[in-house]
């Protein structure tokens, strides 16, 4: 089976090799194909998997390629996690949105908006050439905004393409550990919503399937706050809401302390990934062997998660990561799991980004959301949630408004579209705003030049 994973020369892809290498079983991946529009890059995260590879027996065989129509052809899995822009692209994204007072995070508000501006032309094109060369993959896509993206592309792929994230696993591990649930990776969980703007509402175990295990936990001041989330948004807010909110709500709950903290701190999370990671791949340019790489790249990946959410954790005085927290949600496990459960026949639950078709009926059925799905060789098929409070509906509709909007921009090349996507996001406060920063975005970004005041 081949896998091709397009931004192969990023960061994270030797999390998903790791796991790869892992995987034993009958079928599993035999190629992977990396693709990167950088060569120093390819090489370098080829010099980590070398590394990883050693001494390990029928690894699978890595290649390299800056043809993105070459690395398409034959593939059987795509996986998409690539970056338009660079790191520099998401240090800018929150530069500009700071200086207007408002948030600049890659995902969230203005400076999720000014990513999938930049990103959604990409990732059609992509799509587009996959429909065409490689019609019978399934791509998993990865790259941030990751709902908004997937839904991009879905209108050329259908539900080919499926949308993965790690913090709603991340999320129910840690409530059902904190439940004390025996068997945290077979409970089931009713989560719902959009990209990093879902809440868990519900924790069932598997013994018993009738009972919902959360409002216990709400009584629990201890267990409430033994976990990242708890710590987060503090216990009295989770009882407030009667629910679970994903980390990335923190940025609307507490959206002034956040912005604050984020003016403050000496840098922005993408002003230090930027230097941080630059200084791996000039240390992996240097290199004229792979032994070491892996150690070195180990290195980098446990600073940048220790310092992941920090201005966050920051602002809510939840004090450093925990070691339980600081193990990853698994996205690499998440991505596996998912090309097995479709390769394999080998049924799975997994929380995903879908068309809802008909799971939040406040949407439309094209609709791509976060919920959990059923996976099999057809694909993922969204399971029953229970319906959305009117907080939480509210806050949705909202937000897939905006990315309505982007993605309209995206594709027809209208500014006027763009501008109403600043304007109509919540956490952006008038459309004066709004226009300053389309502006400021296409002086700093020269890839929205594609915006057209003239266009619809
Ligand atoms: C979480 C999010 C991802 C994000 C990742 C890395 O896992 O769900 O969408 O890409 O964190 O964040 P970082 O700030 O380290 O790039
Ligand atoms: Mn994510």
């Given at each position: 089976?081949?896998?091709?994973?397009?931004?192969?020369?990023?960061?994270?892809?030797?999390l998903v090799y790791g796991a790869l290498l892992r995987d034993r079983a009958e079928g599993r991946v035999t190629h992977v194909a990396l693709h990167d529009?950088?060569?120093a890059r390819l090489a370098a995260v080829a010099h980590v998997l070398a590394d990883q590879a050693a001494g390990v027996p029928d690894a699978p065989a890595?290649?390299?390629?800056?043809?993105?129509?070459?690395?398409?052809?034959?593939?059987?899995?795509?996986?998409?996690?690539?970056?338009?822009?660079?790191?520099?692209?998401?240090?800018?994204?929150?530069?500009?949105?700071?200086?207007?007072?408002?948030?600049?995070?890659?995902?969230?508000?203005?400076?999720?908006?000014?990513?999938?501006?930049?990103?959604?032309?990409?990732?059609?094109?992509?799509?587009?050439?996959?429909?065409?060369?490689?019609?019978?993959?399934?791509?998993?896509?990865?790259?941030?905004?990751?709902?908004?993206?997937?839904?991009?592309?879905?209108?050329?792929?259908?539900?080919?393409?499926?949308?993965?994230?790690?913090?709603?696993?991340?999320?129910?591990?840690?409530?059902?550990?904190?439940?004390?649930?025996?068997?945290?990776?077979?409970?089931?969980?009713?989560?719902?919503?959009?990209?990093?703007?879902?809440?868990?509402?519900?924790?069932?175990?598997?013994?018993?399937?009738?009972?919902?295990?959360?409002?216990?936990?709400?009584?629990?001041?201890?267990?409430?706050?033994?976990?990242?989330?708890?710590?987060?948004?503090?216990?009295?807010?989770?009882?407030?809401?009667?629910?679970?909110?994903?980390?990335?709500?923190?940025?609307?709950?507490?959206?002034?302390?956040?912005?604050?903290?984020?003016?403050?701190?000496?840098?922005?999370?993408?002003?230090?990934?930027?230097?941080?990671?630059?200084?791996?791949?000039?240390?992996?340019?240097?290199?004229?062997?792979?032994?070491?790489?892996?150690?070195?790249?180990?290195?980098?990946?446990?600073?940048?998660?220790?310092?992941?959410?920090?201005?966050?954790?920051?602002?809510?005085?939840?004090?450093?990561?925990?070691?339980?927290?600081?193990?990853?949600?698994?996205?690499?496990?998440?991505?596996?799991?998912?090309?097995?459960?479709?390769?394999?026949?080998?049924?799975?639950?997994?929380?995903?980004?879908?068309?809802?078709?008909?799971?939040?009926?406040?949407?439309?059925?094209?609709?791509?959301?976060?919920?959990?799905?059923?996976?099999?060789?057809?694909?993922?098929?969204?399971?029953?949630?229970?319906?959305?409070?009117?907080?939480?509906?509210?806050?949705?509709?909202?937000?897939?408004?905006?990315?309505?909007?982007?993605?309209?921009?995206?594709?027809?090349?209208?500014?006027?579209?763009?501008?109403?996507?600043?304007?109509?996001?919540?956490?952006?406060?008038?459309?004066?705003?709004?226009?300053?920063?389309?502006?400021?975005?296409?002086?700093?970004?020269?890839?929205?030049?594609?915006?057209?005041?003239?266009?619809?």
């Amino acid at each position: 089976m081949r896998l091709t994973i397009l931004g192969g020369g990023g960061f994270r892809v030797p999390l998903v090799y790791g796991a790869l290498l892992r995987d034993r079983a009958e079928g599993r991946v035999t190629h992977v194909a990396l693709h990167d529009l950088d060569r120093a890059r390819l090489a370098a995260v080829a010099h980590v998997l070398a590394d990883q590879a050693a001494g390990v027996p029928d690894a699978p065989a890595v290649s390299v390629t800056t043809d993105l129509d070459d690395a398409l052809r034959g593939a059987d899995f795509v996986f998409s996690a690539i970056r338009v822009g660079g790191l520099e692209g998401r240090a800018a994204d929150e530069r500009v949105a700071l200086a207007e007072g408002v948030l600049g995070q890659e995902t969230v508000g203005a400076g999720g908006i000014a990513y999938g501006l930049r990103t959604v032309p990409v990732a059609v094109d992509i799509a587009r050439r996959v429909a065409r060369l490689a019609p019978d993959a399934w791509v998993i896509n990865f790259t941030n905004p990751a709902g908004l993206v997937t839904e991009a592309m879905s209108r050329h792929l259908g539900e080919r393409v499926i949308g993965i994230c790690d913090s709603p696993v991340g999320l129910g591990r840690r409530v059902a550990r904190a439940l004390g649930v025996a068997d945290p990776a077979r409970a089931r969980l009713d989560y719902t919503g959009l990209n990093h703007l879902g809440w868990l509402r519900g924790v069932y175990a598997d013994d018993e399937p009738g009972r919902n295990l959360l409002p216990a936990l709400f009584d629990d001041e201890r267990a409430l706050t033994s976990f990242e989330e708890g710590r987060l948004f503090g216990a009295e807010w989770l009882r407030s809401l009667g629910s679970v909110p994903n980390e990335y709500l923190h940025y609307y709950y507490f959206n002034r302390e956040t912005v604050t903290a984020y003016r403050e701190a000496k840098q922005t999370r993408g002003a230090f990934l930027r230097d941080q990671q630059a200084r791996f791949y000039d240390d992996m340019a240097d290199r004229t062997s792979a032994s070491g790489a892996l150690a070195a790249w180990d290195r980098t990946r446990a600073e940048r998660e220790a310092t992941y959410m920090a201005e966050n954790r920051e602002a809510a005085g939840a004090g450093e990561r925990a070691a339980d927290d600081l193990e990853s949600g698994g996205y690499e496990y998440v991505a596996l799991a998912l090309m097995r459960a479709i390769a394999r026949d080998e049924r799975a639950t997994l929380i995903l980004n879908v068309r809802s078709r008909g799971t939040l009926p406040l949407l439309d059925d094209a609709a791509v959301v976060e919920v959990p799905c059923r996976v099999d060789a057809a694909g993922a098929h969204p399971l029953a949630v229970s319906p959305l409070t009117g907080h939480e509906a509210g806050l949705v509709a909202a937000v897939k408004a905006v990315e309505r909007c982007v993605l309209q921009a995206g594709e027809s090349g209208s500014a006027r579209a763009a501008v109403k996507a600043f304007a109509l996001h919540p956490l952006v406060d008038s459309v004066t705003v709004a226009r300053r920063l389309l502006d400021g975005y296409r002086s700093a970004h020269p890839g929205l030049a594609y915006l057209k005041s003239g266009a619809r």
